[in-house]
Structure formats: structure tokens, C-alpha cells
């Protein structure tokens, strides 16, 4: 074989390494039979080709290429190739997704209720999804309208932490929560100690009351009752009596001759017992011998 052939054939085989090698790489394989559709979107965020396509979260295919559609201003073109395998329900819609790091993956989001399937060469709508990055976009700019109020209220916040009023009110405060702690310390030992006494005291007094029930439960109050008016009648006919003069006990409390009786009758013994004082000899008579002498007067 000539040299030249052989040259020949060596940079065919390079080639084709080659090739293989760059599909490969951009994640196309060369023995995997796939089919092509297509994905319209407005803006691609930066999507770059050979990204891999998914389907719940499953690689089904990649971008294999992307065009800008000059016949309609605004669009972009994007190409991916799928399984075999897979089929498209009518009426799915391409996803574009935003990831936190900035990268870009398409996401084929299925209408799962559909019977009827896309061919291949057809095109899907597709919409972006800027998630956590896009969020952040719109939260920038009122962000930054904040900016100044979250500085007048962080210099607020200075003034008043520099306030000396602050400070007394936190030793207010630190002294109230030490009252309050030794208020329940003493309410926990009233729970614990006298507490269980006064309760006790309680049922005992409770139990003498219902005792006290019982007791007054089996009173006669008839009886008792008949007997206090009877008792209450005699009083009243004593007093009648005592008040009466047609009685002993009448007259000797409502006569008044009878006190003043009484009245000389006991200035007559008193005279008597003063003049026996003086007197003596008038009234006792005596002798060492038996005999009797005369009293002089």
C-alpha cells in the first residue's frame, strides 16, 4: 500500500475520532437513534447549546441548537433533541430555568391530559422562569428604596440606645423581674406549705358544719319552738305579778312603806349598834363573883 493511502486513511480515522469525540463531549451520542423539536422563547436567559433537557426531573434529551428568528423579531429558536422514545403530548410548553448559580436548563413541563402527540419538527411554546435570580432582580430595586429609611431608622435606633432613660428602665425592669421572682418564690412556698394546712382547716370546718347540719337536721323545731312560748308566757305572768299589789311579791316591791320600814328599821340598828360602842355596860352586866350590880345610869 502506497504511503499516501495510508496517510490518507490515518486522517479519516482522526477525523472521525474527532467528531466523536466533540459530540461526545457536547453530550451527543453518535449510536443513539433521537428526534428533533423545537422551542420558541422570547428571551433564553443565556442558554448555551449542548444543555441537557429534562422531563421530571430526567434527562431526555439536550439543546442541539439555537437560532435567532429574524422572520419574527423577538423570538428565539431554540432545537432539542429528544429519545426516540419519548413522546410530546399537544399543548406542553418548554421551561426555562434560572438557577441560583446563574446557569440556565430547559425543563419540558408535559400536559399530561392529552391523547393526541407532537411530530418531530413541530414547536413548542416556551416561557422563562427566572426563579430565585429573577426574584432577587425585582427585589433590587425596592431594595434599594429602603435603603434610606432602614438608615433613619437604624440612627433612631442609635439615639436610643444612647439614652440614658434606656438604661434606668432596663434596672427598672431587671428590679421587677427580682420582685417578681421573690413573690413567686413565696407564693411557691404559701402553695407548698400553708397552703395545704388552710386547706386542711377547711375540710375540718366544712365537716363540723355538715356535722352541725346533721345535728340541726333532727331538732324537734316544733317542740322547741311550743316551749319557748310557754316559757315566755310564764315570764310575762311573773312580770304581771312583780307588778301587781294584789300579791306578797307585789307589795313588797311596789309598797313604799315597806322600804321606808326598812330604812328605819336599819338606822334604828345602827343607832343601837353605835350606842352599844359607847355604851356597853347599859346593855351587859357581869361580875368576877357571880353577882349582879345595878348599872348606873
Known sequence: MRKEVKIGIIGIIALGLLIFGLNYLRGVSMFKS????YVEFNNINGLPTSSPVFANGYKIGLVRDIQYNYEKLGS???????????????GSRGELVTEMLGTVKMNLILNLESQTYLQPGDTLEGYAN???????????????????????????????L????????LHNAEAVTSNLKTTTNELNKLMN????QITHNLVTISDNVASISNNLKDIDYATTISRIDSTLYNIRLLTDKLNSRDNTIGLLFNDPSLYQNLNATTANAASLLEDLKIHPKRYVHFSLFGRKE???E
Open 34 to 37: 433521537s428526534r428533533s423539536f
Open 76 to 90: 428565539v429558536i431554540v432545537e432539542v433533541q429528544l429519545d426516540k422514545e419519548m413522546r410530546i403530548p399537544t
Open 130 to 160: 427566572n426563579g430565585l435570580m429573577g426574584t432577587a432582580e425585582t427585589m433590587i430595586p425596592k431594595v434599594e428604596q429602603l435603603l434610606p429609611k432602614m438608615d433613619s431608622i437604624l440612627h433612631s435606633l442609635n439615639t436610643l
Open 162 to 169: 444612647a439614652d440614658p432613660a434606656l438604661t434606668a428602665t
Open 193 to 196: 406549705g400553708d397552703l395545704p
Open 294 to 296: 345595878k348599872t348606873k
